[in-house]
């Protein structure tokens, strides 16, 4: 960034900030100027101190203890119960927070006995909620699962629709704890949908807890999207709780991609924030995956010190999760070391953990770290008996990075046993769902969104801004009618920082609009690559398959064969457009490998229509060989006999149409779509080349793809409409 943008970004954060601190302070010294005015010592007085001490949760922790503790004590020389119960409850919230369990304990307790002793139902169901909350942290989730629900039945009862969200916010956060992912959504989505329909601006907290199981399932873009909206909502509140939290939150994201320097920034950023706050969990936690990030990046001495301190932290305020992180991280660690025994001692300690803290998710990723630590001191028994059982749970809960995992392992074991078919099943399974997650084109589109993210949120930050200097002129101006002088300084003031702010906004959507033309090169160059290894994979599988049967005359042939097809496949592949006869040499060459050794073999037939120049038409390569392939490999499972695909070119007003079409099962759509895993790439990536290279080229693109079934046939229907550039017209 040069010293220009720089200065501008410098002087806008200014602005920015300044006025959402400000404004938050504001109201807070508005509520001092009426408590320090109000002398009686009265109901409203502890009403006030209350409300000073709830706006500091997150934000001031000693000031919270202050204002809470001055509301009990006036509370109780005034008999004021409600006041006295309401102070009990900030309070606990204050010992929660500094990991104090048993004060908070003996706190919240007294809380609820005061508020039944006034049958205030609605502080009644509060408690509930924060003693479901305190049996969270100690780890019995049944136990909080019980309160959470006791308090949504009392809620429910009432008007007061927004603690009824807030409820059940706690019991997803009890049922994710728990390992229940499925209720942890349902309970979150019910969360969201109430906030949306009073029009409360607070679903950041909820964004955040979505988009923790989304991580876990390995949906990174939409984890990161819904992160990115509830930081930016927490800085403008102030929350200092509520970023660190989000900022972790976002590095643990960049830890499961494997961006590690991505992830760092994040992490101490918020270990700063909660060091503030003086939250020991908090610190704890991001020390693990501080220690996590060193780790992978091979500085083993300083992870040990972060895992070693972040474990003493955890032990001192009795954090079983904490506890959990710290022993299956430093099981990680003596592994790469090859310290097979202190990996061994630690991982089991973790295993036992999560099974008594009955955390389905933690225990399944505990059996498969355990596995590839038996694996590598070759107890293959153990380690296959692990792996099957922490697969089974990674399935359940659609664990995806676990799931990937413990395949790549199984593979190894069955290659070990000289099961070869089962080896080769669940590495190709294994790199599926290693694909799925850390393909090139989702991460360029996370980074996509990270800066379209950054240059909407100061966009906006602009505008909110310069509405603010537009209202803070208009007053000027109405106070300072009686002096000239003063009212032209005043224009002259808000025209300098309108100047300015729109010279920022204009660098900031030329900037945009330059990274949006790149992105869309970037893009078709890499979706026009994906499709490459990925024939060559399935090839090299076939052949694979060959040379264990022993089928020595075939392999050789299809080796030769398939050699010759690949130096067309690369040297098509080099070029953004090839000549329609050199893609169809290709499929020509392609379909006469996949009949070798194949009795009876397929009847293949390519027509093309006689008006159209094959030499001088330039189209994209690999556009019709996928569909060819999915038709070879899913057509015909059963079929024995009278294998037919037939591709046919054509034009048809100005456009270029190919058909693929086979008399094989058919499609099943719906089916399909519920087969995440096992769908071909083919459809996915040859859909969203067309819609990039449609735009470039100016001519139509589209694909569908249909069952014949519709029509009284039998088979699969394919439709590709290719751009196409030509100096001819066909």
């Known amino acids: ?176 704890r728990k390992g229940d992912y499925d209720k942890a959504l349902k309970a979150y989505q019910k969360t969201l ?10 679903n950041h907290g909820i964004l955040n807890n979505i988009s923790i199981i989304y991580n876990l399932q390995g949906r990174y873009l939409e984890a990161l999207n819904n992160y990115q909206k509830s930081l930016a909502s927490f800085r403008e509140k102030g929350d200092k709780k509520g970023i660190a939290i989000t900022l972790s939150n976002i590095g643990v994201v960049y830890i499961r991609m494997e961006e590690y320097e991505k992830a760092l920034p ?78 061994l001692n630690y991982l ?70 000289g099961e070869y078919k089962k080896s080769l099943q669940n590495f190709e399974t294994y790199k599926a769902q290693n694909d799925s997650l850390f393909n090139k084109e989702n991460i360029q589109k996370i980074t996509a969104l990270e800066y379209e993210y950054k240059y909407r949120l100061r966009l906006d930050s602009a505008k909110i801004t310069e509405q603010q200097l537009k209202k803070t002129v208009q007053t000027t101006t109405q106070d300072l009618k009686k002096s000239k002088q003063n009212l032209l300084l005043g224009i002259i003031a808000f025209l300098v920082v309108a100047l300015l702010m729109g010279t920022i906004i204009f660098f900031l959507r030329l900037k945009s609009e330059k990274a949006k033309t790149q992105n869309v090169i970037v893009e078709q160059k890499l979706l026009r690559s994906q499709m490459t290894p990925h024939f060559i994979f399935n090839s090299l599988s076939v052949l694979q398959g060959m040379i264990l049967n022993k089928e020595e005359k075939n392999s050789v042939s299809y080796l030769s064969k398939f050699s010759k097809l690949l130096r067309t496949i690369l040297e098509n592949s080099r070029h953004k457009i090839v000549s329609l006869a050199d893609e169809l040499t290709a499929i020509n060459e392609y379909m006469a490998l996949q009949n070798l050794g194949v009795n009876p073999p397929y009847a293949y037939n390519l027509t093309v229509a006689s008006e159209i120049d094959t030499v001088a038409l330039k189209i994209p390569p690999m556009l019709m060989q996928p569909f060819i392939e999915n038709a070879i490999e899913h057509a015909f499972p059963n079929q024995k006999e009278a294998k037919q695909i037939e591709v046919t070119l054509t034009s048809e007003a100005e456009k270029l149409v190919c058909t693929i079409v086979d008399n094989g099962i058919g499609i099943n759509l719906e089916k399909e779509k519920n087969q995440r895993n096992k769908n071909s790439l083919a459809t996915k990536i040859t859909s969203e080349r067309l819609k990039v290279l449609s735009k470039e080229f100016k001519t139509p693109g589209e694909i569908s793809v249909k069952n014949r079934a519709t029509f009284g046939e039998q088979g699969t229907l394919v439709t590709l409409v290719i751009p196409y550039k030509t100096d001819s017209v066909i």
């Open 193 to 202: 949908a109430i906030y949306d329909s009073l029009n409360i601006k607070k």
């Open 266 to 343: 994040y992490y101490f950023e918020a270990l700063e924030i909660d060091t503030a706050l003086a939250n020991k969990k908090r610190i704890s936690k991001n020390m693990i995956n501080i220690g996590s990030i060193l780790k992978n990046t091979g500085k083993m001495d300083e992870a040990l010190d972060y895992y070693d301190d972040a474990l003493l932290l955890s032990e001192e305020i009795n954090d079983k999760q904490g506890i959990y992180s710290a022993y299956s991280n430093l099981g990680s660690l003596y592994t790469k070391q090859e310290k097979h025994e202190l990996a």
């Open 348 to 417: 089991k300690k973790s295993l036992a953990l999560s099974i008594s803290l009955d955390r389905k998710g933690a225990i399944g990723e505990s059996y498969v770290d355990l596995a590839f630590n038996y694996y590598n001191i070759k107890n293959y028994k153990k380690a296959f008996e692990n792996v099957i059982k922490g697969k089974e749970i990674a399935d359940e809960l659609s664990l995806l990075k676990t799931q990937k995992d413990a395949n790549l392992l199984l593979s190894k074991l069955y290659k070990n046993r």
């Open 1 to 176: 960034m040069n010293s220009f943008n720089k200065f501008f970004l410098a002087v806008f954060c200014l602005l920015f900030f300044s006025t959402s601190i400000q404004s938050q302070n504001k109201e807070i010294d508005s509520l001092v100027t009426v408590l320090q005015n109000h002398k009686e010592k009265d109901t409203l007085k502890v009403d006030m101190l209350n409300n000073l001490a709830f706006k500091h949760i997150g934000i001031d922790r000693t000031k919270l203890i202050a204002y809470s503790s001055e509301a009990k004590a006036l509370a109780k020389e005034i008999a004021y119960t409600q006041g006295h119960a309401k102070s009990l409850y900030l309070i606990f919230i204050s010992h929660i927070t500094k990991g104090e369990i048993e004060k908070a304990e003996t706190t919240i307790q007294e809380s609820l006995r005061l508020y039944e002793s006034i049958k205030d139902n609605s502080g009644i169901a509060k408690c509930y909620d924060a003693i479901g909350k305190l049996n969270q942290y100690r780890g019995d989730y049944d136990k909080a699962i019980v309160y959470h629900d006791k308090a949504i039945k009392i809620a429910e009862k009432g008007k007061n629709r927004e603690n009824v969200a807030n409820f059940f916010n706690g019991l997803g956060s009890a049922y994710y």
